[in-house]
């Protein structure tokens, strides 16, 4: 038989879940790191998680005290500071990416200006010359 969850793993365990449910991720998928922190198979907690939220959904409460539930939320409230400060910093290296990709196509734009800016002066230029010398009719169509 397998070795038996302690407390504040089942304390995990139900935050992991919990919060896998609440952003509709799989809990599967979300167990995942956690079996490998408690060098579990990810269907041994998957099959604790079941256990515990019937346990307390039956009432029976006497899993978790109130300091665990405490715990539990602190733990929860932990990781989701870790997520939103990953986010931040993905969030973060696209606003770089974004910033440097308009600072390329505004030197792009600069220069498509000034390539337009010398080519109606090249062209002003020369009909200018044309009509000083008295050369044909320029036909613009």
Do not use: C, P, W
């Amino acid at each position: 038989m397998g070795k038996s969850f302690t407390k504040e793993q089942d304390v995990i365990i139900l935050s992991v879940g919990k919060e896998a449910q609440e952003e509709g991720t799989s809990l599967h998928i979300a167990f995942i790191k956690i079996a490998d922190e408690l060098d579990r198979k990810v269907s041994s907690v998957y099959g604790r998680y079941k256990r515990l939220t019937t346990s307390l959904k039956n009432g029976n409460t006497s899993a978790l005290t109130d300091s665990e539930k405490v715990v539990l939320k602190l733990k929860a409230l932990s990781r989701e500071k870790e997520r939103n400060a990953e986010k931040f910093d993905l969030y973060k290296e696209k606003f770089e990416a974004l910033q440097k990709e308009h600072d390329i196509l505004k030197r792009k734009h600069r220069k498509l200006q000034l390539e337009h800016q010398t080519l109606i002066d090249t062209v002003n230029k020369a009909i200018g010359e044309e009509v000083i010398l008295g050369g044909t009719n320029i036909e613009v169509g």
